[in-house]
């Protein structure tokens, strides 16, 4: 089976650094996504890792656990437009199986 | 620049019709899906296709059906509207793999009254 967990909402200040965390229970796990959303758009491609260990894309970095089933979005000098929902999503390690969504994290970006 | 199409952004229907959503997508992607996305429950998987013709159920495909008789197209139908679907709905395509990167389309948000 396959769960994903991750915060409802979270609330962080202007230039601040926020972690967005997600945990996993899945058979036959590959790796580990997030999107990113902001309200009436499509999700956008933020990060994939696959292998243990902390992704930076310049202010956004991303970290995978695969022996604690865990991952964390890091945001650095949040700005304004930050606000948005992040979708982290599960990869299996079977080809014809899609990933699977958790439900999502509401980030709201305060002055 | 890679582009996912869908055709309506917003639609209003009866409970009842029959709805078409369709979706289109310029990437020459084999695998296309539809989730729908409610609050509170997230991206939800409908139904998804790896190639011309076939379609696979997703976690949620009782009430709807698809229709994929070109690579580029990925029709989601809804035989008799009801008010439970009522929601966003989203197509995404992948190259290659299923499990690959998503490409979204803008999404399309029924109501159905």
């Known amino acids: 089976g396959q769960n994903i967990d991750q915060p409802t909402e979270m609330t962080a200040t202007e230039g601040a650094i926020v972690q967005i965390n997600c945990t996993y229970q899945?058979?036959?796990?590959?790796?580990l996504f997030w999107y990113q959303q902001h309200a009436g758009e499509a999700p956008t491609f933020l990060s994939y890792?696959?292998?243990?260990g902390l992704e930076e894309k310049g202010r956004f970095s991303s970290f995978l656990s695969r022996s604690k089933g865990y991952s964390y979005l890091l945001l650095k000098e949040l700005q304004m437009k930050d606000s948005a929902s992040y979708l982290c999503?599960?990869?299996?390690?079977?080809?014809?199986?899609?990933?699977?969504f958790g439900k999502g994290t509401r980030l709201s970006v305060i002055a | 620049d890679v582009k996912v199409t869908q055709s309506s952004r917003y639609l209003v229907k009866r409970t009842g019709e029959k709805v078409f959503l369709e979706c289109v997508q310029d990437?020459?992607?084999?695998?296309m899906f539809w989730y729908r996305q409610d609050p509170g429950l997230g991206l939800r998987l409908i139904y998804f296709?790896?190639?011309?013709?076939?379609?696979e159920k997703g976690d949620i495909p009782e009430g709807y059906s698809v229709s994929r008789e070109k690579k580029e197209r990925f029709s989601l139908i809804l035989e008799s509207a009801s008010t439970n679907q009522t929601s966003m709905y989203l197509c995404?395509?992948?190259?290659?793999?299923?499990?690959?990167?998503?490409?979204f389309g803008e999404g399309s948000r029924l109501t159905v009254l």
């Open positions: 995404a395509s992948t190259f290659l793999s299923v499990t690959g990167e998503l490409f």
């Open positions: 899945t058979s036959g796990f590959n790796g």
């Open positions: 890792n696959v292998l243990d």
């Open positions: 999503a599960s990869q299996p390690n079977s080809g014809n199986t899609p990933l699977v």
């Open positions: 990437m020459d992607h084999e695998n």
């Open positions: 296709s790896y190639d011309v013709k076939m379609k």
